[in-house]
């Protein structure tokens, strides 16, 4: 590449920041222009690496993310240039970082208001180094068909429909970036577009001048004329005017100095840029237009006939046979964004998940419908959040005293409990918190804990068959079925279960009614007939009650049988018995308890002599 090129169709380049909107853009260009491969080799990310998902035209893409410029060039020593989106208050370091780098040859500052201090030092140590910075406060440039630096050049419409994806004959520069796609615009409508076009950056200090790009333009065959914008403020243009008059710059010059009203506003007017301030006669476009004028350069009246002057110019070396013909490929189509295809309403397809409990979209996650705020400011409490989001009901308030009174007595039945036993061992085998519930949690089933859901299907059965209590025990025997949610251990009729009594009594005292509650009693009084123990338990109490709670509810006897297939029931018990095994885990961590080994004096070890001989079967 010749020493007035920064740029070609195999560019590669680095992206400092986490600026995937803007590497989307360049990889859209690169897919539009159709070069051979991607233009961003990476980005440079020192708060993460792995890869970010981009598209190069319809097929995804994963670009890698490097924590350091030093890592990135290291994996990819045929990058040579940086576009630097760190902040002003880093990116004189960055940027310097990257020049002293060996393959790094041209950085882009992005940032505005870069001490012009750490810029004099970076201009300096390229130019001695034969490298190039642009900026700062630019948005960079773009080379015809080759290579875009960023978010220049606009939206992907707006290069396609100025025929960017291909190389013109104009070499454009300017100060501002915004008024670069303007000027893009005006060589487009009269010429047949620019080759390269840059904007040097709207700072007092520029890493390199209009005058710098304007050499580098004079050198390239391929570029036939220039067109440059200037601005108020400086001396820049002063110095193109002396660079055409002593023949360093030979090419056709069209140039305007932006700013001339300034003269009619009151005092020493600032415009967008840093640098754009006519403090003095010489500093304002006026005079700048003027010495530009008589120095040589084609100067239009006003900025009006400024693409006048341009065509002009154009037609003269068309007609001079100085200007070659632009092939005009055809371009591939740019996929539009699915998010961007969605705001317009572009574009529908079904979703793969549907959620109709919560939507955390808005400012505010609600659940079923109720901000969280107004959550927390009513008081829905636990027993309410639950009637939200398993139940999508607004319960009333017994109904969410009820379930928080199931989870508090279901909470925790001591250590020797499969599930505690489970956690315990767990917990001293020295593994974490998630793991030790979870070997608790897939024991509960109906041997243990999960009988909630069977007691509440079992004595539904016999309710809604219509069958006497003695006729529902007789019929659970004919099965060879045991009644889920009778029977206890250590509990009786003599020695009742304080937890079913306190149940019992909250149904009794809140609950509209309670036929299922009233009919397990009824069966109870059948069952301890035969054995005093064989009581309703606490499992057998929770089912019955939570299927009169969601009769009471208004549910039909349909929806309740697909909750119970659905476990909801036991869901109370998991949910509240998790507290328990936390508290386990908690416990045996606090206590440092080593590593469990089950005693051999509680193990029946009745192994024999020897195996059972398997003598050969013959054919």
């Known amino acids: 590449m010749e020493d007035y090129e920064l740029f070609n169709r195999k560019t590669k380049a680095f992206i400092f920041g986490t600026q995937q909107r803007a590497g989307q853009r360049m990889l859209d260009f690169d897919y539009l222009s159709q070069r051979e491969t991607p233009s961003v080799a990476g980005f440079i990310t020192p708060t993460g690496e792995g890869y970010y998902h981009l598209f190069w035209g319809t097929k995804e893409i994963r670009v890698p993310r490097y924590r350091s410029i030093e890592e990135a060039v290291k994996a990819h020593p045929d990058a040579d240039v940086m576009i630097n989106f760190a902040s002003e208050r880093s990116s004189a370091e960055t940027t310097m970082e990257a020049l002293e780098t060996e393959t790094i040859r041209t950085v882009v500052m992005i940032a505005e208001g870069v001490p012009q201090r750490d810029t004099r030092k970076i ?27 960023g978010n220049a050049g606009g939206t992907i419409e707006n290069i396609k429909e100025l025929k960017l994806y291909r190389p013109g004959s104009v070499g454009f520069v300017s100060v501002s970036g915004g008024m670069s796609n303007e000027g893009y615009n005006i060589c487009h409508l009269n010429s047949d577009g620019i080759y390269e076009g840059i904007a040097v950056g709207g700072d007092v200090y520029p890493a390199t001048t209009l005058l710098d790009h304007l050499l580098r333009y004079e050198k390239n065959p391929k570029i036939k004329m220039m067109v440059c914008l200037g601005e108020v403020g400086g001396t820049d243009e002063y110095e193109i005017a002396k660079a055409v008059k002593n023949g360093e710059i030979t090419k056709p010059l069209v140039m305007w100095v932006t700013g001339t009203c300034a003269k009619v506003l009151p005092g020493q ?72 295809a969605v705001a317009q309403g572009l574009v529908r397809r079904p979703t793969h998940f549907i959620s109709t409990i919560c939507d955390e979209r808005g400012e505010l996650h609600n659940y079923c419908g109720v901000p969280i705020d107004e959550v927390i400011k009513k008081g829905y409490g636990i027993g309410g959040v639950i009637g939200l989001l398993w139940f999508k009901k607004d319960l009333p308030k017994y109904a969410r005293e009820f379930i928080e009174l199931v989870l508090q007595i279901v909470a925790d039945h001591g250590p020797a409990v499969s599930g505690a036993h489970n956690t315990i061992v ?61 029977g206890h251990r250590i509990h009786s009729v003599e020695n009742p279960d304080a937890r079913v009594q306190i149940m019992i009594e909250f149904a009794r005292k809140h609950f509209p009614k309670t036929p299922l509650l009233d009919y397990a009693l009824a069966v109870e009084k059948v069952t301890t007939m035969k054995k005093s123990s064989l009581i309703l338990n606490v499992d057998g109490c929770i089912g019955v009650l939570c299927v009169d709670l969601l009769k009471n509810l208004g549910y039909s006897d349909k929806e309740i049988k697909e909750m119970i297939k659905m476990g909801f029931f036991n869901a109370l018990f998991i949910l509240g018995r998790t507290i328990g095994f936390m508290g386990h885990y908690f416990d045996q961590k606090r206590l440092k308890t080593p590593l469990y080994r089950h005693p051999w004096d509680d193990i029946l070890y009745d192994v024999p002599e020897k195996p059972d001989k398997v003598e050969n079967v013959e054919k």
């Open 123 to 149: 201009a300096a140590f390229a130019k001695k180094n034969n490298k190039w910075v642009i900026g700062p406060a630019t948005v960079g440039g773009i080379k015809a068909g080759a290579f875009k630096i």
């Open 269 to 340: 007017v600032q415009f967008g840029h840093a640098g754009a301030k006519a403090d003095r006669e010489e500093a304002t476009a006026q005079a700048k237009n003027k010495a530009l004028r008589e120095a040589g350069v084609i100067v239009p009246n006003s900025f009006d006939d400024f693409g006048e002057k341009i065509r002009e110019t154009f037609e003269k070396l068309k007609a001079e046979g100085k200007i070659e013909p632009v092939v005009e490929p055809t371009p591939p189509n740019i996929p539009m964004d699915y998010s961007a």
């Open 426 to 486: 767990t917990a001293r085998a020295g593994k974490g918190l998630i793991e030790s519930i979870i070997s608790g949690i897939v024991t509960i089933g109906p041997r243990f804990g999960g009988a909630v859901n069977g007691a509440a299907e079992h004595f539904t059965w016999g309710l809604e068959n219509n069958m006497s209590p003695r006729e529902f025990v007789d019929a659970m025997k004919a099965k060879n079925v045991r009644i889920q949610g009778i």
